[in-house]
């Protein structure tokens, strides 16, 4: 009996100081004080098989040296917070202003979510709603305010790693 109480006090010791599964940290995000810039006319490619290419342009009035990057954040009824994928995020130019341009397909099917040009946590410097109301719809983009419901929430880095990227691999 005493043989048995000791195995299982040392197999309760054993699962105390075994190191758990590994879980990736969100990435530390080197961020710089930008609060303005501007999107162009987001273009919207149609493609065969029902894919579309959505490509947001613009300049932000910021530079920075250094690690400091902004991002792209989407934001959908399915997450409470925006999520910005680490391998889309920019670094600034040395010197102002900082231009991007960034194309990825939407996946197929019914779609309404928005995507915001990010400088931190809680800045939107711009942000477009993609749309399309079923699978052989047109898909449409138009811009909206950074304050709109849908985009006003924090973002979230999401770790080149992770298993949370879009389903379709390079898509929004």
């Known amino acids: 009996m005493a043989l048995i109480a000791a195995v299982a006090a040392l197999a ?3 699962a105390l100081v075994a ?8 990435p530390v995000w080197e961020r710089i004080e ?6 162009d006319e987001t273009p919207v490619i149609q493609e065969t098989y029902a894919l579309a290419q959505v490509t947001l342009s613009g300049s932000l009035n ?3 040296f250094g690690k400091a990057k902004f991002g792209f954040a989407r934001y959908d009824s399915r997450n409470y917070q925006g999520l910005v994928y680490e391998p889309y995020m920019r670094p600034y130019a040395y010197t102002a202003p900082t231009s991007f341009s960034i194309g990825n ?19 939107r410097i711009a942000c477009v709603r993609v749309t ?3 699978w052989e719809s047109k898909l ?6 950074t304050v ?25």
Do not use: I
């Not at 190191?19 to 969100?26: H, K, L, M, Q």
């Not at 449409?140 to 305010?145: D, I, S, T």
């Not at 985009?151 to 879009?166: G, H």
């Open 12 to 14: 309760a010791l054993v």
């Open 19 to 26: 190191p758990s599964p590994a879980v990736a940290d969100e």
């Open 34 to 39: 930008c609060l303005s810039g501007t999107l």
């Open 62 to 64: 910021c530079a920075a």
């Open 105 to 123: 397909y939407v996946e197929r099917g019914p779609v309404d979510f928005a995507l915001c040009v990010v400088t931190d946590y809680g800045v």
């Open 132 to 134: 399309r109301e079923n």
């Open 140 to 145: 449409y983009v138009f811009q909206m305010k």
């Open 148 to 172: 709109d419901p849908m985009v006003d929430r924090s973002v979230r880095v999401v770790p080149r790693d992770s298993s949370e990227r879009p389903a379709c691999g390079h898509c929004w």
